[in-house]
C-alpha cells in the first residue's frame, strides 16, 4: 500500500504540523499529482457558435508512432473562463448571445446575466440573434435562464446574494453554462475591488463545473489589441482564457489599400490573447458583423494583408 504523507501529518504532535495553526501547514491542501488527476476533468471543446472560432483552440494528440500532432478542439475548454473584451461596439455581446443560443440549440441549459440590459430587452435580443443563427426560438427558449442583475441592484451590488442566485438557478435548471454580460458592471466606480471580484466569480465557475463568458468594457483610451480591461492587466491574468475583440476605422489611402476599403468603413479584429487549458492560435484575425448581426472569424491579418499587398 502506498504512504500518505498526510496520515504521518496527522499523527505528527501539536506543534510539529498536527493541524493547521495559524502558521502550520495546511496538509489537506498537498497532494500528488496522481491523486489531483483522478479528479481531472477530460479536456474537450465546447461549441462557441461563431463561425470560424470553434477550430482556433487546439490539442496535442500523438501518432501511432508517438509524434505529436496538432487537431482542434471544437470550440472553448469545457469549464475555462472566457474573458472577453474590448471597447464598445466590437460584438463582444453579440458572441455572448450566440453562445447561449448554440448551447440551448444543443441542448445545454445556460444561464445568461444581465447586468447592462434589462431582461425583457436581453430576450427580444436573443430571439433576433437565434432567427439570425437558423434557430427556432421556441427550441431555446427554456434553455436559457435569465438572471436580472440590471433591474435589481442588489444582484449588482452583493456578491453574496448573487452568488445565491446563481446557485438556485444553476441547481434547479441543472445548468453547464453561465454568460455575465458585463463584469465590468459588477464593480462600476469601485474599480480597485476589480481583481478580487472577477476573483470571487472565477471561483464560483470553478466550483460548479461552469464553462463561463465574462464579457468586460475596456476604456477606449487602452491599447486596442491588448487584453487590459476596465480593472486592470491583472482581470485577464485570473481567468483560463483571453479574446481581445478591436475596431479599426479606415482613415488613409494606405489602410484602404491593406484592408480593402474604402475609407470611411471599419474593420473588426479579434486574438486569442491567452489560454492556460489548451493551445490556440495566436494570430489576429479579421472579423466580420453580419448584416444579420452576427460575429463571424475570418482569415488572420496576415493572410488578408499579403493578398492586398502581393508580399
Known amino acids: 500500500m502506498k504512504h500518505d504523507p498526510r496520515e504521518t501529518a496527522a499523527r505528527t504532535p501539536r506543534g510539529q504540523g498536527a493541524e493547521p495553526t495559524e502558521h502550520g501547514p495546511f496538509v489537506e491542501a498537498v497532494e500528488t499529482l496522481q491523486q489531483v488527476g483522478q479528479r481531472a476533468p477530460e479536456l474537450e471543446g465546447v461549441a462557441t457558435g461563431v463561425p470560424g472560432l470553434d477550430d482556433l483552440f487546439f490539442v496535442t ?30 460584438g463582444k455581446s453579440l458572441m455572448a448571445e450566440q453562445f447561449a443560443v448554440e448551447q440551448a ?17 436581453l430576450a427580444a435580443a436573443l430571439k433576433v440573434r437565434a432567427r439570425a443563427m437558423g434557430v427556432a426560438y421556441e427550441d431555446i427558449e427554456d ?29 434547479t435548471y441543472h445548468v453547464k453554462n453561465t454568460v455575465i454580460d458585463s463584469v465590468t458592471g459588477l464593480y462600476e466606480a469601485k474599480e480597485m475591488m476589480a481583481r478580487s471580484i472577477v476573483r470571487r466569480l472565477y471561483n464560483f465557475m470553478k466550483k460548479w463545473h461552469q464553462t463561463a463568458i465574462f464579457v468586460s468594457q475596456k476604456r477606449s483610451g487602452h491599447e486596442e489589441m491588448s487584453a487590459e480591461a476596465a480593472g486592470g492587466y491583472a482581470v485577464s491574468h485570473i481567468v483560463d482564457c483571453s479574446i481581445v475583440l478591436a475596431k479599426k476605422n479606415i482613415q488613409s489611402a494606405y489602410d484602404a489599400k491593406l484592408y480593402g476599403l474604402p475609407i470611411g468603413e471599419r474593420v473588426h479584429l479579434i486574438r486569442i490573447d491567452g489560454c492556460r487549458m489548451c493551445g490556440h492560435d495566436p494570430s489576429t484575425h479579421h472579423m466580420e458583423i453580419t448584416e444579420t448581426g452576427l460575429v463571424v472569424v475570418k482569415e488572420p491579418l496576415s493572410s488578408l494583408t499579403k493578398a492586398k499587398t502581393g508580399r
Open 61 to 90: 494528440t500523438l501518432t501511432k508512432r508517438g509524434r505529436p500532432k496538432k487537431q482542434p478542439l471544437g470550440g472553448y475548454p469545457r469549464y475555462a473562463v472566457i474573458h472577453l473584451t474590448g471597447v464598445s461596439d466590437t
Open 105 to 121: 440549440r444543443q441542448g445545454h441549459n445556460t444561464i445568461f446575466v444581465t447586468v447592462e440590459t434589462p431582461a425583457s430587452f
Open 143 to 171: 434553455r436559457i435562464v435569465i438572471i436580472d442583475a440590471a433591474s435589481h441592484a442588489v444582484l449588482r451590488d452583493d456578491l453574496s446574494t448573487l452568488f445565491n442566485t446563481l446557485a438556485y438557478a444553476i441547481s
